[in-house]
């Protein structure tokens, strides 16, 4: 069965790096689009970025310029860094898998989620 | 557009059944994820293609589309099912994901 297990700092000050980590366990890495997905307080899920096993990389317009997904996939593990922290930036980070399937048309969905991480912006 | 709309509250009476849509370009040509996300939980998938359910999602979820929209029914809803689901589908011409809002079911 996969699971993902996630890290990271959870409190940060203004205009530093966000940091987290993902392993990925029981799955191989590869033929899968490994994400991220933040939540502020009290709002919906936004997703971040992701990355496959080749390193290919997608980033959401909104954070594109402050964002890096990187991957390990000798240690199966792909990680986040998000630049220039602010208060805005505050949620709970999730990984989690996304897979293609077909049937008619091409359909996509993420099955497998990490538990989450609250991350706090304040000075 | 990118964007998914869902409604932000929907509520139905126990036992009842009810329906929640998700609206956007590109489910025109693709099949909505569904979630469940409960208090302090990571979201779990409820719903993937065209109606399938991960082993243990109760038959009671189903789905469906039409055109724009993607549908999540939830037949004879029970206490349980109050949570929070948000869709989520891929942009063909962006090739980004995409979340709708979310809907905050409450179960009477």
């Known amino acids: 069965q996969v699971q993902l297990q996630q890290w990271g700092a959870g409190l940060l000050k203004p205009s530093e790096t966000l940091s987290l980590t993902c392993a990925v366990y029981?799955?191989?890495?590869?033929?899968?689009?490994w994400s991220w997905i933040r939540q502020p307080p009290g709002k919906g899920l936004e997703w971040i970025g992701e990355?496959?096993?080749?390193?290919?990389?997608n980033y959401h317009p909104s954070v594109k310029s402050r964002v890096t997904i990187s991957v390990d996939a000798s240690k199966n593990q792909f990680s986040l860094k998000l630049s220039s922290v602010t208060a805005a930036d505050t949620a709970i980070y999730f990984c989690?898998?996304?897979?293609?399937?077909?049937?008619?048309?091409?359909?996509?969905?993420?099955?497998?989620w990490g538990k989450g991480t609250t991350v706090t912006v304040s000075s | 557009s990118s964007e998914l709309t869902q409604d932000p509250a929907v509520s139905v009476a126990l036992g009842q059944t009810v329906r929640i849509t998700c609206q956007g370009d590109?489910?025109?040509?693709?099949?909505a994820g569904w979630y469940q996300q409960k208090p302090g939980q990571a979201p779990i998938l409820l719903i993937y293609?065209?109606?399938n359910r991960p082993s243990g999602i109760p038959d009671r979820f189903s789905a469906s589309r039409s055109r724009n929209t993607a549908s999540l029914t939830i037949t004879g809803a029970q206490a349980e099912d109050e949570a929070d689901y948000y869709c989520?589908?891929?942009?063909?011409?962006?090739?980004?994901?995409?979340f709708g809002g979310g809907t905050k079911l409450t179960v009477l």
């Open positions: 590109s489910l025109r040509s693709s099949y």
């Open positions: 293609g065209q109606d």
């Open positions: 990355i496959n096993h080749s390193g290919n990389t």
């Open positions: 989520n589908s891929r942009d063909s011409s962006s090739n980004l994901w995409v």
């Open positions: 989690a898998r996304g897979v293609r399937g077909v049937h008619a048309y091409y359909y996509y969905y993420m099955d497998v």
């Open positions: 029981g799955e191989s890495f590869s033929g899968y689009y």
